[in-house]
């Protein structure tokens, strides 16, 4: 009975929504038609010319036995709209490279694609061989081909050599310059803290080594329908604080680069950042002392404004967000992944 009386209830209103469409414009109709879900037990209305100016979808949810006939509406369910549009973040037969990426924010990137149905994932690494391994084979149990690369991305010829082992695959869908190095020097007054070298370091892992991995792979995104790049920066981009002047500086040009070459290669790729804060991933584990990391992680939870310290999978969700056609329309674009802790930076604030 409850049955009949929602199909009832559903005829009737689409029947006068259909009145009320003759009497303006189409796309009005349209755009008003989602707010009719609660009125009609869960099912969405669109306006049948909006839906498909072929006719194509209005043939395929003909069998549908609630569809009033002869009326200029039509309408989905919930899982007729799933079933039509597939998450736009899943990567379903696309192939995914990722450099730096045998531990931390890289492995977390490179399973969430393979778990979110990658064809083949490229796994880079420069030093790390055994977590290199581990990470593809958790790649591999998530059903995609793998392939792993050792490569130091400062080095050009290396950049080639790990964009080569994509070749199998014909194409790359998208690519995460997640590389990256740094040098700890925490007392950014102390200007004897680094060397020339040092800079120069940064510089060609943080900054030239996205470049080249960019200019080494262009011709394989080119091969794929919608190619994504994304670079892995940092909130010392963007605030000035950091591990060291030279890693807040090489992630502010690798910023800078992101929004160059998304207006270069436009339309055909689209690049684009994330700046995470901190994450306690093994790399940074290596990086400093226990204590000291323990500490920053307790300031990290009490100072943000989301009070959590983000983790490695946290930031792949954003990561694979901007890898993914979900973030088609986007490009040259920035986004700060960080709990809000870059609210409490005066410059941003004033911005």
Not at 50 to 55: A, E, I, K, V
Not at 233 to 257: P, Q
Not at 301 to 325: G, W
């Amino acid at each position: 009975m409850k049955c009949r009386e929602r199909e009832i209830r559903l005829v009737a209103f689409q029947n006068q929504f259909d009145g009320f469409a003759r009497t303006v414009d189409q796309r009005h109709a349209a755009a008003l038609a989602p707010f009719a879900q609660h009125l009609t037990g869960g099912f969405y209305l669109c306006h049948a010319r909006d839906l498909s100016r072929s006719g194509r979808l209005l043939h395929s949810l003909s069998g549908n036995p609630l569809q009033p006939a002869a009326t200029r509406l039509r309408y989905l369910t919930k899982k007729q709209i799933h079933e039509r549009h597939k998450v736009a973040g899943d990567f379903d037969g696309k192939v995914i490279l990722v450099t730096g990426s045998s531990t931390g924010l890289g492995a977390a990137i490179a399973i969430g694609a393979a778990r979110r149905g990658a064809k083949a994932v490229v796994v880079n690494y420069a030093n790390s061989a055994r977590e290199a391994e581990e990470t593809a084979d958790l790649c591999r149990k998530a059903g995609a081909e793998v392939a792993v690369v050792q490569g130091d991305v400062a080095e050009d010829a290396d950049c080639k050599k790990i964009a080569e082992a994509a070749v199998q695959f014909g194409k790359v869908d998208a690519l995460a310059n997640n590389a990256g190095t740094t040098k700890v020097a925490a007392n950014h007054g102390d200007l004897n803290a680094l060397s020339k070298d040092d800079f120069f370091r940064l510089y060609a892992v943080n900054t030239v080594g996205p470049f080249q991995m960019l200019r080494a792979t262009r011709a394989l995104l080119e091969a794929a329908p919608k190619p994504s790049v994304l670079m892995t920066s940092s909130i010392a981009a963007v605030t000035g604080v950091g591990s060291s002047v030279a890693y807040a500086a090489s992630k502010g040009a690798l910023n800078t680069m992101t929004i160059t070459l998304a207006r270069a290669l436009a339309p055909k790729i689209r690049v684009n950042a994330i700046c995470p804060g901190f994450i306690d991933t093994p790399w940074f584990a290596k990086t400093v002392n226990e204590q000291f990391r323990d500490s920053l992680r307790e300031r990290v939870i009490a100072n943000s404004p989301l009070k959590v310290a983000s983790t490695a999978e946290d930031v792949a969700d954003s990561a694979l967000f901007f890898l993914s056609d979900a973030s088609r329309n986007v490009t040259g674009e920035t986004l700060l992944v960080d709990a809000g802790m870059h609210l409490g930076f005066a410059p941003l604030v004033a911005r």
